[in-house]
């Protein structure tokens, strides 16, 4: 491993991690590339087993009243870590942009306060190494060609800016090629892939077009759930283009393949 | 749908977005018109934004003045019905298109008008103005040139500031040689608009009453504005011996040096132009000058409804730049007709249903046409947080179907499959359970190390998607397998 730009060794910070439903049952590697990560900063990371789901699918969806129970769950869960932390810029703006509205909704002056307090101590992966840590540099190894797509919700509901490139630019052995159009939606949206098909796939086509332009093998994001969607995309036209979640990168050092 | 906005909007169910986007997503013609028209206009406007050293300080102005107007609107609108009164105009209100739409035609009877000219107005389209007119036994010339295409062409708008974006160049040479009987007509922008030029000159000066919208009217002062590149407008404001405005109760502003803020917002926004070509302000009557009556016509039509929504007022900030439109991903591809609404795009899709209420299908539909990538608000001038007003309409469109829709949306498929997905996720032990049963329920579908197709609903994610099979073990089973803590 080379230098690690991050010099603290341990930090005091017990971490909880959120995994969030998806990751847990689609992308289990995601978790485990995030916990060591973490761990290799020296930090303790936590798993609460009582975790589940964040609601954000039954809330975007309209479906709120069905998901205030899982935003109680979510606040007790979570209660009294200094930080949480997820491999999801989706699910985080969910917990920090929306749990207020849905306390509003629930009309729950306590749920409000808990959300209140709760939302600022939840971070997604990379502006919690960049913002909150400070490093930019995880030691990863990563020899391949990679292309970035900056995540709608990462971008403009966490404003985490260029926390995630700035971490890739540090991974020794990348090949790290530019998107064009980075900043416009793959079409994902949740539910809206489905209610929306055809109109999410021709938003997906124009991603694929830029992403297949750079001619990298792996695109990368910091969200598996518009991944899927790149990646289903890729697959189905069998574009022999990968893709991979950020922390994966992160993850990997010299000695070991991903 | 409530009987009063019988008028603003056709009876009977609308089709929903999904399905009237599926036809316009084919459309190469208008995928290509669109795409290039959107990203000229949102690169365009990115670097007359950049330039402003102060831009989200006049945004955050912008919307505390709209809410500022939101939150005291009865009293505005009584000063600004003094202000134009005393100023020697004549205020009508109206509770609803219907209402709005008996008025003018009642001023322009009163002057045995058989043609009016109009300004661009989307209120007068929200009302279906032409048409009421038209039954009434008078013409309506639209005079803004793509107004004028889509009015000869038959059509509806499809955008807000640039109604026949839809329409290329060809397009519009072989509409103008065929309604204007010009032949030999090119197609290069400066012959098409001398051919419009022409066409309604003629208009301008005979007709006898002009009717206008309005971008902003001063409560303080009684002045209307309208905005407008062409010029057409003030011909329209200022030719005819009667004016009639047409305005939604929402476009009042307090006062006249609020025009600081907005005249920077809105052509910026729009038409990514430091300043627009033509602003038109006028006070009631002048004397010697201009028309000899005028007559404002303030209209609710379902806005006094959103005020009632918290969340959802904020969609009555909107000052109709149409910068969302051209940020928005999904009507760059889909257009504004998919939207069947006269505002489309994303302050449509949170507009209409408010002020048509929930229950219809098309309306209903709105708030999912979009996939919350927020790239709408982060470039409205007035701050409107589209993302937030879609969530919560979404919300309501649901919880009006559940509690009103009876046995038959209970056991809608949709319904069903949500109650049971939060169920399992409010207990950790039913979740585990379902996640066992998902990796061994998937074998049907798994082909070679993917699943190609999927049915019913999800049908649409496997039409042109892989989807990778649930893996072998959880996380949480391996967090249990190695740390054995949590």
Redesign the interface.
Known sequence: MGTLGYEGGTVAVRVALF?T?F???????T??ATVEVLERLGIEV????????C?Q???????????I??VR?FVEVFDGYEAVVAPSGSCVSMVRE?YP?AAE?AGDQRLAEKVGELGPKVFELSEFLVKRLEVTDVGAYYPHRVTYHPT??S???LEVGDAPLELLRNVRGIDLVELSEP???C??????????????????SDKIRHVLDTEAEVCAAGDNSCL??I???L??LRAGVGTVHLAQILASEIGEEQ | MTTKLSDAFSPGPTPT??HS??ES?SDSQLRRNLGKATQTIRHKRTVAVEEMPDWEGLREAGRALKERVVRHLDEYLLQLEESVTQAGGQVHWARDAGEANRIIAGIARDHEAEEVVKVKSIATDETKLNEYLEREGIHAFETDLAELIIQLAGETSSHILVPAIHKNRAEIQELFRKEMGTKDLSDEPSELTEAARLYLREKFLKAKVGISGANFAVAETGTVCVVESEGNGRMCTTLPPVLVTLMGIEKVIPAWRDFEVFMQLLPRSSTAERMNPYTSFWTGMSENDGPREFHLVLMDNGRTDVLADE?GRQALNCIRCSACLNVC??YE??GGHAYNSVYPGPIGAILTPQLVGQGDPGPDSL?????????C??VCPVKINIP?VL??L??????HKQDMGGPPAKLDPE?LA??A??R?????EL?ERA?RF?RIGQWPFVRGG?I?RLPG??A??T??????P??K????????QH?G??
């Open positions: 995994i439903c990751n847990d049952t689609l992308f289990p590697e978790g485990r936590d798993f609460p087993y009582a975790q589940t789901c609601g699918m039954h809330f975007n969806t309209g479906y709120q009243r069905e998901a129970p899982l769950r929306l509205m909704l709608c919700h971008l403009r509901m900043e416009e939606c079409g994902f949206g949740g539910t809206f892939a489905v209610k929306n098909a055809d109109t999410s796939a021709a938003m997906l899927m969607h990646g289903g995309g697959s189905r | 977005f999904e986007a599926r997503l969340i991903p999904v591809r889909t708030p999912y046409a979009s996939s919350l990538c927020g790239a608000y982060q937030e969530v919560h979404r919300g309501k469109v649901v919880r319904n949500m109650q997905v939060a399992v996720f409010s207990d950790p979740y996640q998902a993917s190609g609903r999800l649409g994610w039409a042109v998607r892989d989807l990778e649930v893996p073990q959880t996380f949480r089973e391996w967090w249990r740390r803590t949590g």
